[in-house]
């Protein structure tokens, strides 16, 4: 697991998750964190051990900024240096321990963010704003969830749409068009993410398939964007989903759902479902589980990308996704490009209408 560890920005947490006084326990691949806000409201992020005794600094509490450990009340401040040893008398220096290790932090669209990794960390994508965040009309749902397999499996599984009308039982799901490979239209890289657009041409008019379009972002190395236009709905429907790889085959997803409530298709059924059930996580979870069923049968050694000569262009957008986050995690640039599928019957998509 530790050898998949790819270079990038990994989502740690939503803001509002992070209180004053508070010290989080995050993990991202095997690198165990201690997340705090210094005096300043800055976001710390330092490595989960206390000098003095091994401690997890992440039991212990904040206190005018610094982290006070749990142990012996050592204080350390968002630098990873130690400012207070309560035990010794104030005349006597500062033990000279090397700070613990901080990692570089980053706050954009509602999360906080830890950079792991070699080299300068590259700029965070800033695709994931969701502007309809607050609007009037707009439902949101966050969700923190752990799902048992490899955290690009988890990806895969994500911006691979042609397994949803084969894998979900659930009816809203049956109900998507099993065409949609011929309606795969189009897969645009550039140096900050990988962007499908497909919908359904056998829907007949320009209006329809504006309709049934659905969009899938990609930013190296974990983050995934649905989005979902509905020009009827007056309103898009969008989702965020940040894959956080734990030590092992454990992953966490934050993600966060928005959608209009007045929007009866079928894209955000299961979000509304969640939002207004007891339980935010019941329908999801459903979901998610027929997923996992399939991910553990694949196993490992049958991924889809990883068969060239198997790969049909349904596949194309996990292959360019998982190109993407090498190469960025490797610090090249990954090449612009923009690759059209038409299906060989020679179905077009009339009036395709193009992202502003
Ligand atoms: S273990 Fe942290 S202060 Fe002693
Ligand atoms: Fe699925």
Redesign the pocket.
């Known amino acids: 697991m530790v050898n998949s560890e790819l270079s990038g920005w990994y989502a740690l947490c939503a803001v509002d998750d992070l209180v004053a006084t508070r010290v989080l326990a995050r993990e991202v691949f095997a690198h165990r964190l201690a997340v705090f806000q210094d005096e300043l409201g800055h976001v710390a992020v330092l490595d989960d051990r206390?000098p003095?005794?091994?401690?997890p600094?992440a039991l212990g509490r904040v206190d005018n900024g610094l982290l006070v450990?749990?142990?012996?009340?050592?204080r350390f401040d968002a630098q990873g240096r130690c400012r207070v040893v309560p035990s010794s008398c104030s005349a006597e220096p500062l033990p000279a321990c090397t700070p613990v290790r901080r990692y570089p932090v980053a706050t954009h669209a509602g999360y906080h963010w830890v950079w792991i990794g070699k080299g300068t960390p590259f700029s965070l994508p800033l695709t994931f704003e969701l502007p309809e965040l607050g609007r009037a009309g707009i439902r949101v749902l966050q969700l923190r969830y752990r799902v048992r397999c490899e955290y690009q499996d988890a990806i895969d599984n994500l911006v691979d749409i042609t397994h949803l009308p084969f894998v979900h039982v659930f009816p809203h799901m049956r109900d998507i068009d099993r065409r949609l490979l011929i309606s795969l239209v189009e897969i645009e890289t550039d140096l900050d993410q990988v962007v499908l657009r497909a919908g359904t041409p056998s829907q007949g008019s320009a209006d329809a398939i504006a309709e049934r379009r659905i969009e899938i972002t990609f930013a190296a190395p974990t983050t995934v964007r649905l989005d979902f236009p509905r020009p009827a709905a007056g309103a898009a429907s969008a989702m965020v989903a940040c894959f956080v790889p734990q030590a092992d085959d454990t992953t966490i997803v934050e993600s966060t759902i928005v959608f209009p409530a007045a929007d009866d298709s079928t894209a955000f059924t299961v979000a509304r479902l969640d939002a207004s059930a007891d339980d935010p996580f019941s329908t999801l979870g459903r979901i998610l589980d027929e997923d996992l069923v399939i991910l553990v049968a694949q196993g490992r050694e049958r991924r889809l990308s990883t068969a060239p000569d198997l790969v049909v262009a349904g596949d194309a957008m996990v292959a360019a996704c998982r190109q993407h986050a090498k190469a960025r995690s490797a610090g090249r640039i990954p090449a612009a490009r923009t690759k059209r599928f038409l299906c060989r019957c020679g179905t077009e998509v009339p009036n395709w209408p193009v992202a502003e």
């Open positions: 206390c003095h005794g091994g401690l600094l450990c749990a142990g012996h009340g050592w």
